[in-house]
């Protein structure tokens, strides 16, 4: 068996994308041109990388444990930094010898030994005390207490019975994202098998149904499997139809029935982030070409676009229903608005990507987090920076506001801002002190996304540990829990706010987790 550079490039590509690194697959991917290469990503099975490498050290740990005669002797076994060096392997066939002279088995000592000297690197020495058992016990240690964080994030108590949570099972490759139906229990999701898919999940149904929405495209005159992952989807305010933006670099608009509407054609390379007006008259995007684009929702024509970044752009958000904002690895964000030849507003002061960008309700306040770990509240009254909120310790992928209006909790609560980040907390901000009013600090793996509940009572989080949490935004604590059988990428409740949506992947099965909230209410 032998493998080509693309090959090689696209399970480390694929790996990234399960690990939930989009950013890192995104760069690596246009590095490497795996959009050029003639792999169909749809053959490759989950955990690809992982499985192979698995069984390299498999095959290494055979080598140095298998004689001559076939004899297989037992031995501790190899971590991946044992594998790959040479001082590690000669070391574990000294113990082998020494393990058979003590066993008084003089051929085993001659067997090890010559092995040993055949595996030996002269050009590596290893340093007293630096041997690999410690590096290997070092790491199970490490392991054991990663599984103790785990198993403290939840309690009886709180924990979500499996009765609570129904898996819809469908996808054949990870599933990034999910979404609501403003209007129904229709449940949007899309994912790495250039499918998006839309689940009745209403009560009236005994069974969920769904709706398959395969993105193709035209290929010698028909239509084939893009093959490209469905990156962003976002439902317009009166549920009617859909909008979905895939790593083909198109957007297409979707009725609820699963019939294709529209399809807008104009980024050149994958789109990462679309949405909706408030109107419902234009949908905006922005792509790896470096710019962002108002469409014509009716038409699916372009009605202008706005090519500002000198990077590709990440995330778009509305701050009414002709001016948005749009954020980059650039650094930069940009206030911009239908009609101008220039953005009304730029923002700088982030010292590395900006990851995503949200307008508060009223659309006074635009929030931002980046790679630097830290939040910052912009305001278009002054060019710098509101509060430059500086706490998390890691990366913070993505943030969200609190909702205000008649139908919260209390509308004279004062605005919250929740952030996730990949040092695996939640913070909760008070945006007008500027202060950090609740730490969340259960999940135990880097949290990809947060979502209030309509009423604004409460807070999901879901994170690469598996688990959906559901957090009480007044006090700060763990409500309930649900612990599932793979990493959590996106969390979200419908409009009633009896249900959270939750996408996962475990590696090897594609699933969504609708969890019933009532108990919360």
Not at 23 to 41: K, M, P
Not at 92 to 114: I, T, Y
Not at 188 to 194: K, M, N
């Amino acid at each position: 068996m032998s493998f080509s550079s693309d090959e090689v490039n696209f399970l480390v590509y694929r790996y990234l994308q399960e690990s939930g690194f989009s950013h890192s697959a995104f760069t690596f991917g246009v590095e490497s041109h795996i959009a050029q290469s003639n792999i169909n990503g749809g053959l490759v099975p989950p955990a690809a990388l992982l499985s192979i490498i698995q069984k390299g050290l498999q095959f290494t740990e055979a080598e140095i444990s298998i004689g001559e005669d076939g004899v297989e002797r037992q031995i501790d076994s190899l971590s991946l930094i044992d594998a790959v060096m040479p001082d590690v392997v000669s070391t574990r066939q000294r113990e082998l010898s020494q393990r058979a002279a003590q066993s008084g088995d003089k051929n085993d000592v001659v067997m090890a030994e010559d092995n040993a000297t055949k595996t030996e690197d002269p050009g590596v020495t290893t340093a007293p005390n630096a041997t690999p058992t410690s590096m290997a016990s070092s790491g199970g240690q490490q392991s054991v207490n990663s599984n103790a964080m785990q198993d403290n994030s939840a309690n009886s108590a709180i924990e979500i019975p499996a009765s609570k949570a129904t898996v819809l099972r469908g996808h054949e490759s990870e599933v990034f994202i999910c979404a609501w139906n403003p209007a129904s229990d229709l449940l949007a999701s899309g994912s790495g098998d250039s499918t998006a898919r839309i689940w009745n999940m209403s009560e009236s149904t005994q069974t969920a149904q769904q709706l398959v929405l395969r993105h193709c495209i035209q290929k010698g005159g028909t239509e084939v499997p893009s093959n490209k992952d469905v990156t962003s989807l976002d439902w317009n305010s009166d549920g009617t139809l859909l909008a979905t933006g895939s790593y083909d670099g198109f957007a297409r608009i979707w009725t609820t029935d699963g019939r294709l509407a529209s399809t807008l054609g104009q980024h050149k390379g994958p789109i990462f982030a679309l949405k909706w007006n408030k109107k419902g008259n234009y949908i905006l995007s922005a792509g790896v070409d470096k710019t962002t684009i108002i469409w014509d929702a009716s038409t699916g024509q372009c009605t202008q676009q706005f090519a500002y970044h000198c990077a590709p752009a990440l995330d778009v958000d509305w701050q009414s229903n002709v001016s948005f904002a749009s954020c980059s690895t650039d650094q930069c964000i940009h206030v911009c608005k239908l009609g101008a030849e220039k953005p009304i507003k730029t923002f700088t002061g982030h010292s590395n990507e900006v990851n995503a960008i949200k307008w508060c309700p009223s659309g006074s306040l635009l929030a931002s987090c980046s790679d630097d770990m830290t939040l910052k509240i912009w305001s278009m009254k002054q060019d710098s920076c509101v509060h430059d909120l500086q706490a998390h310790q890691k990366e913070i992928y993505t943030i969200k506001w609190s909702p205000t209006g008649p139908n919260t909790h209390n509308p004279n609560l004062p605005l919250i801002l929740a952030s996730a980040s990949f040092d695996s907390t939640v913070r909760l901000w008070e945006v007008d002190r500027g202060t950090c009013i609740y730490t969340l600090t259960k999940h135990s793996e880097p949290v990809y996304s947060v979502a209030f509940s309509p009423d604004g009572r409460f807070l999901a989080s879901g994170s690469f540990d598996k688990c959906v949490h559901i957090w009480s935004t007044q006090s700060g604590q763990l409500v309930h829990s649900y612990k599932g059988t793979g990493g959590i990428f996106e969390v979200c409740w419908n409009a009633r706010g009896d249900k959270v949506g939750a996408s996962a992947s475990d590696g090897s099965s594609f699933n969504l987790l609708v969890l019933n909230a009532e108990p919360y209410s």
